[in-house]
């Protein structure tokens, strides 16, 4: 097995000794897996016209992917972030060239990281993969709606003015938690971590868009983007 990366070896396949890195792509590669930004493929040579080519890129089409490699025989896939703990779920189409053959090959590679399907076209999948990009939106959606229910049970500002904090406070989520389960225990993603960061925003009334650490009494806020401003 070769492994291309721009920033060479890495120490996270130190399990796989019998990994070996490569500054080119072999030319004898049967299965190239493209797991690269698009601007980078795009930027780069990826010529292996006799090997299966297993994308993992979000938006680069098959006939996009055909053309520069050279190769028919392509599976667009869309794993989610949760195939560092083994528990993914990967959607995957494939061309017309792809072979039987081909896709238990491809099957079997994206199973190991956790579920997979295949599905019958690329529309689809991009939908699929607008929704797993989605992932660490409902930590914020969550949020959004415990705050709307606590106010509209009478939650509100007022009185010594800690309603809006105290609010605040029994409401945050620590950024492991924003993946859940094993994968919070691996700690935050940075998408995690971005929304984990940001997520007072999601709050649906001013008078609690309250910045993580702050104490002083309330007063004019940032504008939160909820419904009921």
Request: proline letters at 10%; one cysteine or more.
């Amino acid at each position: 097995m070769a492994c291309l990366n721009r920033s060479g070896p890495t120490p996270d396949y130190a399990a796989w000794p019998e990994l070996r890195w490569d500054t080119a792509l072999p030319a004898a590669a049967d299965v190239v897996i493209l797991s690269v930004r698009p601007q980078d493929f795009r930027s780069g040579s990826w010529r292996c016209p006799d090997a299966l080519v297993i994308s993992l890129m979000a938006g680069v089409p098959s006939g996009e992917i055909a053309a520069r490699t050279g190769s028919d025989r392509i599976v667009r896939a869309m794993p989610n972030a949760a195939v560092e703990i083994g528990r993914s779920y990967a959607p995957w189409v494939a061309g017309e060239a792809v072979t039987a053959k081909d896709k238990e090959i491809a099957a079997r590679i994206l199973g190991a990281t956790g579920g997979e399907d295949e599905i019958d076209s690329e529309d689809q999948l991009d939908v699929l993969t607008a929704l797993a990009g989605s992932g660490p939106a409902w930590s914020a959606l969550l949020a959004n709606a415990l705050s709307t229910a606590a106010l509209r049970a009478g939650l509100r500002g007022g009185g010594n003015g800690r309603q809006p904090l105290l609010l605040s406070r029994s409401l945050r989520v620590e950024r492991p938690c924003l993946q859940g389960g094993e994968a919070g225990q691996r700690g935050p993603s940075p998408q995690a971590s971005q929304v984990a960061s940001r997520w007072h925003l999601a709050l649906p009334c001013p008078e609690i868009a309250r910045l993580p650490g702050e104490t002083t009494p309330p007063g004019p806020r940032r504008k939160s983007p909820g419904p009921n401003c």
